[in-house]
């Protein structure tokens, strides 16, 4: 039989007409069954996996545990001595011994260098030869207004010639002082001559060699003596920090000062705060302080660049996590909380101080709580879990609902 064809133009059949809205729902149908799985299938995690029967997911805790933080401000320094001293000579001569080797460590009042004295010996002898003279002349002339006095009360002598002599006396009296006081100068200077380390500390390269003419406007001076026990370290501190510091200060608090190397991974050495600067720097907002230092094994070198830390306070007995169990979400900060039953809840925290390594909770956990700081990526509040290791101990307070959110960003 030979079908018969519509012509071009004419109105489909009936029956065709009512299978395009069957069509569409079925389009609609599949649309809406991808739009399911996208929001909730992909994203559901642990908890779409316990639905279907999936295992609970491992997650590694630790218990929140008291603690003492230490509240420690950090900050960039510079070892710098107490006394770093260019020596110099104070007259000239010729250097005629140096006592030191470059390097040594040298007490206050050792002998550096020895100037010859000879020329201001000499110098001394002339100066008490004129004394000596100038005390004769003195003693004569006072014997002279004695004998003028007792001859003018008689009027064997004219009146001026007594009162003469009293100028006379107070003449060869100055001259005298003044014998004294050249006598004062070269003692002065033979003691100048003998050279002594003004402090006690490290000397380091000499300036000029035995045998040169020294002067008192010598450059470089003859060598540097560096104080190193104690030593101090001068570092900076942002401006904020100092309504923490200066009450402490004021209070009579000991405020202790570790140092470390430039990598900050070696510690150099212990001291205490010992200053606050008297402004802040305006170009910075940063204050100077400086730390003392006992340095006894010399690991502080002047110049050094350092890493200072100081411990302002520390908070005494105060509940801590570790920092991998902290989260943060549109709630804020939050842990996640496993139960006695394995079962995961979400607590909001508010935090205090903080370590490289544990953080303060003021507010939302208790003692023996569990945290979870490992696996913590998918999880959701309800959601069980495993936790490989030993069950916790007997008796172990259960994590408490009704302080918790239960919503995370």
């Not at 910075?284 to 200072?308: C, E, H, S, Y």
Request: glycine content about 8%; some cysteine; proline content about 7%.
């Amino acid at each position: 039989m030979t079908a018969v064809l519509p012509p071009p133009g004419a109105t489909p059949s009936a029956p065709r007409r009512r299978r395009w809205p069957w069509i569409l729902a079925g389009l609609l149908a599949a649309v809406a069954a991808l739009l399911i799985w996208r929001l909730y299938g992909s994203s559901g995690g642990a908890t779409t996996a316990h639905a279907t029967g999936g295992p609970p997911q491992a997650v590694g805790v630790a218990p929140v545990t008291y603690a003492d933080i230490p509240i420690l401000d950090n900050g960039l320094g510079t070892v710098t001595p107490l006394a770093n001293i260019t020596v110099q000579s104070q007259i000239s001569g010729l250097l005629t011994q140096v006592a030191f080797t470059e390097g040594q460590i040298v007490k206050q009042g050792d002998l550096l260098v020895q100037i010859d004295p000879r020329p201001y010996e000499a110098l001394l002898q002339q100066a008490r030869g004129a004394l000596a003279r100038d005390q004769a002349l003195l003693a004569q002339a006072q014997l002279d207004e004695k004998r003028y006095a007792t001859l003018n009360k008689q009027d064997s002598i004219a009146r001026q010639q007594a009162e003469d002599q009293k100028y006379v006396v107070q003449q060869y009296q100055g001259t005298v002082a003044s014998d004294q006081g050249t006598i004062q100068t070269q003692l002065v200077n033979l003691a100048f001559c003998r050279i002594t380390s003004p402090v006690t500390g490290r000397v380091g390269l000499r300036q000029v060699d035995a045998g040169n003419y020294v002067t008192p406007a010598e450059t470089n001076g003859l060598v540097v003596v560096t104080q190193l026990q104690p030593i101090s370290v001068i570092f900076t501190l942002p401006e904020d920090d100092l309504p923490q510091i200066m009450p402490r200060l004021a209070s009579g608090a000991t405020l202790p000062v570790t140092v470390r190397d430039r990598d900050d991974v070696t510690q150099l050495g212990t001291g205490t705060l010992s200053a606050v600067d008297t402004q802040i720097d305006t170009t910075t907002g940063t204050v100077k302080l400086r730390a003392i230092f006992p340095n006894p094994d010399n690991a502080l070198f002047p110049n050094q660049f350092v890493n200072a830390s100081l411990l302002v306070d520390t908070h005494k007995h105060v509940l801590t996590v570790p920092n991998a169990a902290l989260q943060t979400g549109s709630i804020g900060s939050f842990v996640y909380v496993v139960g006695s039953d394995n079962t995961i809840s979400v607590a909001k925290v508010q935090l205090g101080a903080a370590t490289a390594d544990r953080t303060e909770i003021v507010k939302g956990l208790q003692e023996n709580d569990r945290v979870v700081i490992d696996g913590a990526d998918r999880l959701r509040a309800g959601a069980h879990v495993t936790v490989p290791g030993p069950a916790p101990p007997a008796g172990a307070t259960p994590a408490k609902q009704h302080h918790r959110h239960k919503s995370q960003d």
